[in-house]
């Protein structure tokens, strides 16, 4: 079990922004966490990172149960998360390379002088994710997609047991969305790939890597199971309160309004 959510609520200033959660997410699965803006889903995900403490109920990552002495600190070492707050904390000046090499460290610049292995790894995750080509180039030159790129890359440095990706194909175009997602595709079929949780507020987005997905809603769950048959006209247009018709095409899905 990689988490493990059982009736969990999370109360902040007052307001519920989580509330009875169950959840779980087994090795070897990947998931995809949909919800409109606002549903809770960055506050989902920084609880799994133990950025956020349950207020109720119980929850356990990656073997490790809240509240008896869980050291958010090592929890963390174990998840790598990709947001638009890390990398806006990415120094600009950095290059790529840089940026995949300081995943080893787990901090933001690079303090400490990377082994020849590191070293080596680093240039094979910046190959394998496509990024070779601009490996030299200081992060502020980069698009945005290859940004996300080079960021996911330097997740996987400290070969993390657990990946978390918010929402990174936004503002992305059309193009770099699909490599994106492309590389994410990659990443799922690894030998040692991370559990994947993949969240976004895009049907299209769920990937054919993603055989779990979760709806979230106003802080609770809608529905969650196999994607294949939770993904349904139905269930979509019962979620968004409004008749919309999925359809699926080489694995992936397309929605519309009908
Ligand atoms: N630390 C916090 N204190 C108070 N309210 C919060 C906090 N974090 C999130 N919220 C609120 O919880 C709701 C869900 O936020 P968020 O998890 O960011 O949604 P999503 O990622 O699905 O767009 C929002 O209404 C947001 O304002
Ligand atoms: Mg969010």
Redesign the pocket.
């Known amino acids: 079990m990689v988490v493990n959510l059982q009736d969990v609520s999370l109360i902040?200033?007052g307001?519920t922004?989580l509330k009875n959660i169950n959840w779980n997410v087994i090795k070897g699965e990947h998931c995809a966490l949909l919800?409109?803006?606002?549903?809770?889903?960055?506050?989902?995900l920084h609880m799994l990172c133990a950025f956020y403490f349950p207020s109720k109920g119980s929850v356990t990552v990656l073997g490790r149960q809240f509240g008896k002495a869980v050291l958010g600190e090592e929890l963390r070492r174990e998840i790598g998360l990709v947001s638009s707050q890390i990398k806006g904390r990415m120094y600009q000046d950095d290059s790529a390379y840089q940026i995949v090499l300081s995943g080893a460290f787990g901090s933001i610049g690079l303090y400490e002088t990377p082994t020849d292995e590191i070293r080596n790894k680093a240039k094979a995750l910046l190959k394998d994710l496509g990024c070779f080509s601009y490996a030299n180039r200081s992060f502020r030159t980069l698009s945005q997609g290859e940004q996300q790129r080079v960021m996911i890359a330097r997740s996987l440095m400290a070969e993390p047991k657990l990946l978390i990706l918010?929402e990174p194909a936004n503002g992305l175009d059309f193009l770099a969305r699909e490599q994106l997602l492309e590389t994410i595709e990659q990443v799922a079929k690894m030998e040692q790939s991370p559990t994947i949780i993949y969240?976004t507020h895009h049907v299209d987005e769920i990937l054919p890597c993603f055989n779990q997905t979760l709806l979230?809603k106003s802080?609770q769950v809608f529905a969650s199971g196999q994607t294949d048959s939770l993904i349904s006209s139905i269930t979509l247009s019962d979620f968004f309160q409004m008749p919309v018709e999925v359809s699926r095409k080489n694995g992936r899905f397309s929605l519309i309004k009908a």
């Open positions: 902040k200033e307001n922004i919800g409109l803006n606002g549903a809770g889903k960055t506050a989902l918010d969240v979230l802080g």
